[in-house]
């Protein structure tokens, strides 16, 4: 069954250009003093294609297109930042892309400059960055590790160099193995891992010795997606060849075997696609119940509002979700104009945030408080994917790698939905 990730709700795809920069901006002003925010941002550029990728992102050769986008999200933040009427503090950073590896550390320090210009930053905010292996220098760790990173996040995908090939993506394990090095003797000390299945050619075998090559980096967490295959959504998918993909049943005895393979190897599952040590902070907020889920995934941050920059770039406050233009000159343009960047969000009613906490719930701890929504139960628990204790609906054992499906059942746009999304497993 096709549903979403469940990162947000309501999710992007329900976002209307009813929502825009002067709404935005009117949102802006009501973070009042003393308010934490998160803030986002997004680095759309790569030096080649992935083919599995679905990502808004550009692919460049060259460094000046970089170098003028990181001068227009200066001017993105100066413009947010004047918009509001106090100055919030800042508990969760988060560099994406695209790759953010492909600045410079002049760019760098630039973009943490503008940061701490227009909001405070608490000392023990995570300051977390996706990192391309094939595109980092120890100049450019350096350069992350004296912006106060605290946290890289490496895409591996496969060690297969068969599945590599097929997915254009071709990363040896001694290049992850230097960046891994290049980080933590940067000062970077947690080191993150992400993994895909479905891609392919993949195999159990196959993903079991990419899990294998892993662990001999000792990460903190790995993240473990399936791969979403949406060629009508990103053309360049259309490079992979459908009958080189795994099925349905292949797809969900790779995920099985990795997370036996990692929980074996001392890490806990939390939720459906992230796995941590037991002293990472994930897995202690998994324990102590303060897991939350946002578009990074699986989180620690309990930031009131998420503030994010850049092209395509996606917020949430507490009135509603906005996103940011996702073409880049669209996106440059607007700010060079002195406007904010929003095209399209989504004003949340109070059905909406009940539902959210459910739906949230749900993904973080595989069980709810249903009291406060309706939804269409039923076969769920026939099937045996949750039992039902009054107001109370828990996801059972064998419903846990579906529970994307049983979250669905809260979900009131998606009936009327023509987004394309992927497989629950």
Not at 174 to 184: G, P
Not at 312 to 319: D, K, Q, R, V
Not at 342 to 362: F, H, K, N, Y
Request: glycine share 8%; charged share 20%.
């Amino acid at each position: 069954m096709p549903v979403p990730r469940y990162t947000s709700y309501p999710t992007a795809p329900n976002f209307s250009a009813g929502v825009d920069g002067t709404i935005y901006g009117s949102w802006l002003r009501s973070i009042g003093e003393g308010s934490r925010i998160s803030v986002y941002l997004h680095v759309p550029f790569c030096r080649q294609m992935c083919w599995y990728c679905a990502c808004h992102t550009t692919v460049t050769r060259r460094q000046a297109p970089v170098s003028r986008y990181v001068d227009t999200l200066v001017r993105e933040i100066e413009l947010v930042s004047e918009r509001m009427r106090s100055r919030p503090t800042v508990g969760h950073l988060h560099w994406g892309g695209g790759s953010p590896t492909l600045l410079t550390p002049a760019d760098v320090a630039k973009l943490r400059e503008a940061v701490e210009a227009a909001f405070r930053i608490d000392h023990c905010a995570e300051n977390a960055v996706e990192v391309d292996p094939r595109t980092l220098t120890y100049q450019l760790a350096r350069a992350l590790g004296l912006a106060g990173v605290n946290r890289a996040s490496l895409g591996v995908q496969s060690f297969d160099p068969i599945v590599q090939q097929a997915i254009n993506r071709v990363q040896s394990f001694s290049t992850t193995d230097a960046a891994v090095t290049m980080l933590r003797t940067s000062g970077i000390p947690a080191v993150n891992l992400d993994l895909i299945y479905g891609l392919p050619f993949q195999t159990v075998a196959s993903c079991l010795d990419t899990v294998e090559h892993a662990l001999r980096l000792q990460p903190d967490r790995l993240s473990v997606f399936g791969y979403a295959h949406v060629p009508s959504f990103k053309a360049h998918q259309r490079k992979i060849s459908e009958h080189a993909l795994p099925g349905a049943a292949e797809r969900q005895a790779q995920a099985s075997a990795i997370a036996r393979a990692l929980t074996s190897a001392g890490y806990r599952q939390i939720g459906i696609d992230h796995f941590a040590l037991p002293g990472d902070t994930l897995a202690v907020a998994a324990e102590q119940g303060t897991l939350r889920r946002n578009f990074q995934g699986y989180t620690t941050d309990k930031c009131a509002s998420l503030i994010g920059f850049g092209a395509s770039a996606i917020g949430h406050l507490s009135e509603g979700f906005v996103q940011n233009a996702t073409k880049i000159p669209d996106y440059e343009r607007r700010i060079a104009e002195g406007r904010l960047a929003t095209v399209r969000g989504c004003m949340t009613t109070p059905e909406d945030i009940r539902r959210a906490e459910v739906i949230e719930q749900l993904m973080c701890s595989y069980r709810a408080d249903v009291a406060s929504v309706d939804a269409p139960l039923d076969q769920l628990e026939k099937d045996g994917l949750i039992r039902r204790s009054g107001n109370r609906i828990e996801v059972t054992d064998e419903g846990r790698p579906l529970v994307r499906t049983v979250a669905a059942a809260f979900d009131t746009y998606l009936p009327s939905s023509t987004a394309t999304h992927v497989t629950a497993v």
